[in-house]
């Protein structure tokens, strides 16, 4: 099993940018592919942007390139989203999710393919 926590989301001002941490435990962080998710309310969930397990590869929705950054430190166990010039459109629940399974870069951006997922850490961006 694994265990993912996310944390430093909050309410911040339109433009301003933020890191997003998903810390994981209970399997070796480097078998795992990682992927954020995001919901806004009334919405579906969608896909942000995925890391492959040692961080050569990624890939971004692209509603999201250019602001958002994917990382990972296989030595802390987690994995991180920078956004930056935050806009009000960003406001959602993000969700990081993970998978052991090896896939070409691009299959990561589907939310079937991972199987676990933390509880979500909640952006709100004012205007």
């Known amino acids: 099993q694994v265990q993912l926590a996310e944390s430093g989301g909050g309410l911040v001002q339109a433009g301003n940018s933020l890191r997003l941490s998903c810390a994981a435990s209970?399997?070796?962080?480097?078998?795992?592919?990682m992927g954020w998710f995001r919901q806004a309310p009334g919405k579906v969930r969608e896909f942000v942007a995925a890391?492959?397990?040692?961080?050569?590869?990624?890939t971004y929705a692209d509603s999201v390139k250019g602001r958002f950054t994917i990382t990972r430190d296989n030595g802390k166990n987690t994995a991180y989203l920078s956004i930056n010039s935050l806009q009000p459109e960003d406001s959602a629940v993000y969700y990081c999710?993970?998978?052991?399974?090896?896939?070409?870069?691009?299959?990561?951006?589907?939310?079937?393919?991972?199987?676990?997922w933390g509880q979500g850490t909640q952006v709100a961006v004012s205007s």
């Open positions: 209970g399997r070796t962080f480097d078998r795992l592919a």
């Open positions: 890391i492959t397990r040692n961080g050569g590869s990624t």
């Open positions: 999710a993970a998978t052991p399974a090896l896939y070409v870069t691009g299959r990561y951006r589907s939310e079937n393919v991972y199987d676990y």
